[in-house]
């Protein structure tokens, strides 16, 4: 069976690394202001025999929610549509993007005893919608098929 943290904890570091923005995983990350990423885990599939058997694939579903913000400097300003988009555009990068010359990832995944064999965006609700509110969010989920290494 293929164990989801490793799985999480590469994702988590993918993306901090990718977007230059810091990652909690399920809260927000300690001791950040907006902007950040939540990273849950949603949803898992397995194809074949049982969950438990070591040889087969699974299926996971990871959400990124962005979370805008003011912008420390400005006590009187908010969080704003175009920061929030920015942002899913930078998770949609580093999840999604590929090499046009070699086809091959921009950012890996790497993971301990499983290779990533596909990624793809599953849903996307996208953002919150009042503009008017001082936090603005973004959400997406993405699905990656692992098989064992």
């Not at 990350?29 to 907006?34: E, I, Q, S, Y």
């Not at 086809?103 to 596909?118: S, T, Y």
Request: glycine fraction near 8%; charged fraction near 15%.
């Amino acid at each position: 069976m293929i164990a989801r943290q490793p799985i999480t904890m590469a994702l988590s570091a993918l993306l901090a690394s990718a977007t230059n923005t810091p990652v909690g995983r399920g809260r927000k990350p300690a001791n950040t202001n907006p902007p950040y990423h939540l990273l849950q885990a949603v949803s898992a599939q397995t194809s074949g025999a049982p969950f438990a058997d070591l040889n087969e694939d699974i299926s996971l579903v990871y959400q990124i929610t962005s979370i805008s913000g003011p912008d420390p400097n400005r006590p009187d300003s908010h969080g704003v549509a175009d920061q929030v988009e920015w942002m899913a555009d930078k998770v949609r990068t580093a999840i999604l993007g590929r090499d046009p010359a070699t086809g091959l990832w921009l950012h890996p995944l790497v993971v301990p005893g499983a290779k990533v064999i596909g990624r793809s965006l599953d849903i996307e609700p996208g953002g919150s919608s009042d503009p008017a509110d001082a936090i603005m969010s973004y959400v997406q989920r993405f699905r990656f098929d692992l098989t064992p290494a």
